[in-house]
């Protein structure tokens, strides 16, 4: 049995996408989760559409829903934070992500991102980066 890259299991999952939402992901996805949580693709669009903008709230909140390596490059090259993922050969025979932000090669702590696969692994890096980079942000607004 064959993959298609188009599976959901190279999308970022509804937690994701409404933790990208909240740190300001405004790329242009074709697939959003809609109200209830499903993920869906708008046929009626040929183009890409920015899922998050406010103003196509009318119908119900919409997140897009980019694909982890588009999640994964916004994060780098917006936010400023590489999530990457290795593979640990011996003894574990498992994947882990870890983070760092590009401005100062400094790495942020991440933990409980290791999967025995590898889209699992990528996202809860890309998780625990967001959630660490928000929390950041929290508290340099607040020193202010």
Known sequence: MSKFLDDKESYVSLETAKLLKEAGFDWRTRRYYSQNGE???????????????????????KCSAPTLAVAQKWMREVIGVNVEVMYLFKPCNYYFARACRLEDDSVLRIKNCRSSVYERALEAGIIAALKEEMWLRKQKQNAK
């Open 39 to 61: 993920m869906d693709i708008d046929r009626c669009y040929f183009n890409s559409m920015n899922w998050n903008w406010d103003v196509l709230q009318h119908d119900g909140v």
